[in-house]
C-alpha cells in the first residue's frame, strides 16, 4: 500500500490524516508549527483554532451547518468527536474549549500507530517519490509553497483577509451594566438559555462606538494586499461599519431577541455579545468583533463598550490573509490538481470557509486517497447530503463570473438540489407561511441522512 504524505496539521490535515489511517493507510503529516510559526497561530497543536472557538448551530433537523456536524458524525470524524467531548455551552452552537480540543486532537494523532507526524517546513511542491500528497495547508501557506503550487496551476492568486475576534477576561467584565442571555432564551446542547454575556449601548454610546472604530488606528496593509477581497462571512467591525452606519446594528450588534434586566422597559439601540471561548468559564470571545484596528486603538475603543471600561484582554484581534483556489477550475471531482494529480488538495485552501468545512474537504479528501492508495477509485458523497453539496460547489458547482467570482462559501441549503416542498405535517396538518421553509429544511435533512446512510453502506461494503 502507498504511503500518503499531507502537508498541514489543521484541522483539514488533521481530518484527511485520521480518516486515512483509519481505513489502514500509512500517513506522513507535516507540519511546519514547531519550527517555524504563522501570522495567527500561538501553538505548534493540530487543529489550532485561531479565529472563534465556535463551530456554529448543530441543529441538525433545520440547518446545513448542524446537518453537516451530524454527517460527519456518522463518518467517524476526529474533529466532531473531539468537539463534542470538549463543547461548552453556546446556545444552539456548538462551541468549543480551543486549548483542550486541540489538545485531544494532537494526542490522538500522535498515539495512532499509521500516523507519524513530522514538524518541519515544506518548501515547495514535493517530488514525484513522495506519491499521493494533499496539501491542507490552508490560509496561512507559506509564500514558498504557495509560489510553486501557483506555477503548477498558472492561475493568478485569490485571496481574502480573514480577522480574528478579541477574547475578554470575564472577571473583568462590570455585571451591573452586562447580563446573561442566549438571543430569544434558546437553549443549546450543554446549555441554559443564557449562554453569552451581553452589554447593551444606547443610541449616543452606539454613535460615539462606531465614530471611534472609524478613526482609530489600523493596520498597515503592504502594497500587493490593498486590494485583497474580503469575505462577507468575517468581515472586520471597521469595514461593516465603513459600509453604512447602521450595518453593525443589523449584524453582529443586532439588539433583538434580548432584554437588559438592569433596564427592562428600555430598549438598546445596540448590543454587544461575548461567547464562552474555554471550559473554565474564565474567557470570553467578543461576537464577530474580529478587527485591524491596531492593538493600542483596540483597547481604547472596546472599552468604550458599557460593562467593558475596566476589561482586560486575554488576547486582542487580528488579521491575516487567506489564500485559496480556484477549484471549479484546477480541482478534478477527486480533489486533485489537473495539471498534476499526484497532489490533492484539502480545506480552506480550496475555497471553502469555516472550521467545520475544511475539516469536512479534509474527511473526503483523506477517504478518496485512501482509496486510491490501494488501488481503487474513492467514492463520492451524493449531492443530497451537506458534504456531497460542499464538495459539488468547490468542484463544479460555481458558476464562472469570469476573475475573482469564485470565493469561499459557507455550507448553506442553497447549495443543495431542490426537494418538493412538503404540504402537511406529521399530523396531517397543512403547513402555513414561514414553517414551509423549515418544513423544506428539515425534509433536505432527512434525505441526507438518509442518502447518506445508503452511501456509507455501500462504501463499506466496497472496503
Same mark, same amino acid.
Given at each position: 500500500m502507498?504511503? !500518503?504524505h499531507i502537508i498541514g496539521a489543521g484541522l483539514a490535515g488533521s481530518e484527511a490524516a485520521w480518516q486515512a489511517a483509519e481505513v489502514g493507510c500509512d500517513v506522513v503529516l507535516h507540519e511546519m508549527r514547531g519550527v517555524r510559526g504563522t501570522e495567527a497561530h500561538q501553538t505548534d497543536r493540530c487543529a489550532e483554532l485561531v479565529c472563534s472557538n465556535s463551530f456554529r448551530s448543530d441543529d441538525h433537523e433545520y440547518? $446545513?451547518?448542524? *446537518?453537516? =456536524?451530524e454527517e460527519m458524525r456518522r463518518c467517524g470524524s476526529l474533529i466532531l468527536r473531539e468537539a463534542d467531548t470538549h463543547k461548552l455551552p453556546a446556545g444552539g452552537a456548538l462551541a468549543v474549549d480551543r486549548e483542550g480540543f486541540a489538545e485531544a486532537v494532537t494526542r490522538a494523532l500522535e498515539s495512532h500507530p499509521r500516523i507519524e507526524i513530522v514538524r518541519e517546513e515544506i518548501e515547495g511542491l514535493p517530488p514525484e517519490e513522495w506519491? &499521493?500528497? !494533499? !496539501?491542507?495547508?490552508?490560509? *496561512?501557506?507559506?509564500?514558498? +509553497?504557495? $509560489? %510553486?503550487i501557483l506555477k503548477a496551476t498558472s492561475e493568478d492568486e485569490l485571496a481574502f483577509f480573514d480577522a480574528i475576534a478579541p477574547i475578554v477576561y470575564k472577571d473583568s467584565i462590570d455585571f451591573s451594566k452586562a447580563w446573561f442571555q442566549s438571543r430569544y432564551d434558546k437553549v443549546g446542547p450543554g446549555g441554559d438559555g443564557k449562554d453569552y454575556i451581553n452589554l447593551p449601548l444606547d443610541e449616543d454610546q452606539y454613535n460615539a462606538l462606531l465614530d471611534a472604530i472609524l478613526e482609530?488606528? /489600523?493596520? %498597515?496593509? /503592504?502594497?500587493?494586499e490593498k486590494t485583497t477581497q474580503y469575505f462577507d462571512g468575517c468581515l472586520p467591525i471597521e469595514e461593516m461599519a465603513r459600509r453604512g452606519r447602521e450595518t453593525l446594528r443589523f449584524g453582529p450588534m443586532k439588539p433583538v431577541g434580548l432584554t437588559n434586566p438592569h433596564n427592562p422597559t428600555v430598549k438598546p439601540h445596540a448590543i454587544v455579545q461575548l461567547r464562552q471561548d474555554n471550559a473554565l468559564g474564565t474567557l470570553y470571545n467578543m461576537v464577530g468583533f474580529q478587527t485591524k484596528l491596531k492593538y493600542g486603538a483596540q483597547g481604547d475603543v472596546l472599552r468604550m463598550i458599557p460593562g467593558l471600561e475596566k476589561a482586560r484582554f486575554?488576547? +486582542?484581534g487580528g488579521i =491575516?490573509?487567506?489564500?485559496?483556489?480556484?477549484? &471549479?477550475? *484546477?480541482l478534478d471531482e477527486q480533489l486533485r490538481l489537473k495539471s498534476r494529480p499526484q497532489f490533492r488538495f484539502a480545506g480552506q485552501i480550496t475555497g471553502v470557509e469555516g472550521y467545520l468545512e475544511s475539516a469536512a474537504i479534509g474527511m473526503l479528501t483523506g477517504r478518496l486517497a485512501a482509496a486510491e492508495a490501494v488501488g481503487g477509485e474513492g467514492s463520492l458523497p451524493p449531492r443530497t447530503t451537506a458534504l456531497g453539496a460542499l464538495h459539488h460547489h468547490i468542484t463544479e458547482g460555481h458558476l464562472d463570473g469570469g476573475k475573482g467570482s469564485f470565493q469561499p462559501m459557507n455550507v448553506n441549503f442553497g447549495l443543495f438540489p431542490p426537494i418538493e416542498q412538503p404540504t402537511r405535517d406529521a399530523e396531517g396538518n397543512r403547513i402555513k407561511g414561514k414553517e414551509k421553509g423549515r418544513a423544506r429544511k428539515k425534509a433536505m435533512s432527512m434525505r441526507a441522512l438518509a442518502d447518506l446512510a445508503s452511501w456509507l453502506g455501500e462504501t463499506r461494503q466496497a472496503a
Open positions: 502507498t504511503k !500518503i440547518n $446545513a451547518v448542524g *446537518l453537516l =456536524h506519491g &499521493p500528497t !494533499i !496539501i491542507a495547508t490552508g490560509p *496561512l501557506t507559506s509564500e514558498s +509553497l504557495a $509560489a %510553486d482609530g488606528e /489600523k493596520t %498597515d496593509f /503592504k502594497e500587493w486575554a488576547r +486582542l =491575516h490573509r487567506n489564500t485559496f483556489l480556484n477549484s &471549479p477550475r *484546477l
